[in-house]
């Protein structure tokens, strides 16, 4: 039970992908919760989710928890968005995450900008990466570039490998965040809040 964590607080989801950070935001008790993506086929399967597969009927919670439940994730919102379209601005919320969107060196530029974007705007901005990824380093070397006064450096935080089947975009052939039962890795985190940087 999650109960009102983020009571009072609108987030935003880039790359939502299955919509997970998107779930857990309105079962948190988020105000307003929007979750993006650039393709429409993910951003469906998480309205479905929410609508049809997050409910508990385990004997263990009363038909006015699950009723609640159902209440917070039908308001999950979603917008197809490239982060990459600089054409079109950054939806607003007080918070922005984005979880494992840096696939490729132009989308961890791409993100960078939108981290700036993001932060002049007064939003809080957490960016979590798995090992690996090849956008990372690009990200990093264009948002310490943008952000000259603020020391732009991710944290190590406990994270668990993937198990099963995965497309080697996601992984890469050589990944170590995949193995066939979950295993502890070190996952990168960056929290950013705009009241904390001297050049916002």
Do not use: W
């Not at 988020?30 to 309205?47: N, R, W």
């Not at 600089?86 to 607003?92: G, Q, R, T």
């Not at 991710?154 to 193995?179: A, H, Q, W, Y």
């Amino acid at each position: 039970q999650m109960g009102e964590v983020f009571q009072d607080i609108s987030i935003l989801e880039l790359g939502a992908g299955t919509g997970l950070v998107s779930i857990s935001a309105a079962l948190g008790g988020a105000s307003k919760v929007i979750a993006t993506d650039y393709e429409g086929i993910p951003l469906q399967l998480l309205e479905f989710a929410a609508r049809n597969l997050n409910h508990k009927r385990d004997g263990n919670h009363s038909e006015k928890d699950i009723k609640e439940q159902q209440r917070k994730l039908i308001n999950i919102e979603t917008f197809l968005f490239d982060i990459c379209d600089h054409d079109v601005s950054l939806p607003k919320a007080d918070i922005i995450v984005a979880a494992d969107i840096m696939y490729e060196p132009k989308t961890g530029i791409c993100m960078a900008h939108r981290v700036v974007e993001a932060l002049k705007s007064g939003s809080r901005v957490i960016v979590g990466c798995s090992p690996g990824r090849p956008g990372r380093p690009k990200f990093t070397e264009k948002l310490q570039y943008l952000l000259s006064d603020t020391d732009v450096e991710f944290m190590e935080v406990d994270g668990t490998t993937c198990s099963g089947p995965r497309n080697d975009l996601i992984c890469g052939k050589d990944s170590s965040s995949i193995s066939s039962k979950p295993k502890l890795i070190k996952v990168a985190l960056l929290d950013l809040d705009p009241s904390k940087l001297t050049n916002m």
